[in-house]
């Protein structure tokens, strides 16, 4: 049916990025698939790294796989919005793909530790949404990370040391989420996407929206 009034979907408004960080093992990975499975207007940025790829990963679909040269190529020219060097391999942002979705009014997932998240910060400011997600416990993190089942004991030891550092971060996010339940912590993370999607700043088309009609009244 047409309609001939405007409602809040119709105003302009610029993309957002909105990024996750957490310690290995808290969840973050399952609530982006989740988010963008169940929202529109999202897409997930795909990052480039130099780790060698886990079982049951495409390339191009979870990671861009490359050799460090290739890495180094791409930093030199310029390529990457961020990039850090995490567990010993170099991973980074991609910027052309970003900066399309951007454009078009889409908002970007990102899934980056907090080195690159300071990075960002400092590049686009306001247009960034820092979202922290941290496990309900020690043993809870401990068994997720067994339990994924994609790393042997020593990678999870290592992973469970690199933890409190990823956590000492927790402090320079906008959100911070504890992901006990992974259904309560999806609509805690949607409800920080809707929230922030209405503001104001963001909201190119409001000022010409809200002068049209003042003028008519
Ligand atoms: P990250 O991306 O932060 O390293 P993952 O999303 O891979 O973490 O989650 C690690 C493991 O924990 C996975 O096996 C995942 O299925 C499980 N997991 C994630 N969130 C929860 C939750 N809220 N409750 C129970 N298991 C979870
Ligand atoms: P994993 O190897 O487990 O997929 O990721 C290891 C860590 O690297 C995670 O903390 C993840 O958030 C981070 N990471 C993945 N991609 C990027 C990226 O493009 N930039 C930065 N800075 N960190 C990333």
Redesign the pocket.
């Given at each position: 049916m047409n309609k001939n009034y405007i409602t809040s979907k119709d105003i302009e408004r610029r993309g957002l990025m909105f990024v996750l960080s957490?310690p290995?093992?808290?969840?973050?990975?399952?609530?982006a698939k989740k988010l963008i499975d169940e929202e529109q207007n999202i897409s997930m940025s795909v990052s480039m790294t130099t780790r060698k790829a886990r079982k049951g990963e495409q390339n191009g679909k979870d990671y861009i796989f490359v050799t460090t040269e290739e890495f180094k190529q791409s930093i030199e020219k310029n390529e990457l919005l961020e990039w850090a060097e995490v567990f010993g391999n170099h991973y980074g942002t991609p910027k052309t793909e970003v900066e399309n979705q951007l454009k078009e009014g889409r908002d970007v997932l990102f899934?980056i530790d907090w080195q690159g998240t300071q990075q960002l910060h400092e590049k686009v400011g306001q247009d960034l949404v820092r979202v922290f997600?941290l496990p309900p416990s020690v043993p809870v993190l401990e068994d997720?990370?067994k339990?994924?089942g994609q790393d042997d004991e020593k990678v999870v030891k290592a992973r469970m040391k690199q933890a409190a550092n990823q956590i000492s971060h927790w402090a320079e996010y906008d959100y911070v989420i504890i992901?006990?339940?992974?259904e309560e912590?999806l609509s805690e993370l949607k409800s920080i996407l809707h929230a922030e999607r209405l503001k104001r700043e963001r909201r190119i088309g409001l000022s010409s929206f809200v002068r049209n009609m003042i003028q008519k009244m």
């Open positions: 957490s290995s093992g808290a969840g973050k990975t399952s609530l899934d997600i997720r990370l339990g994924r992901n006990d339940n992974l912590s």
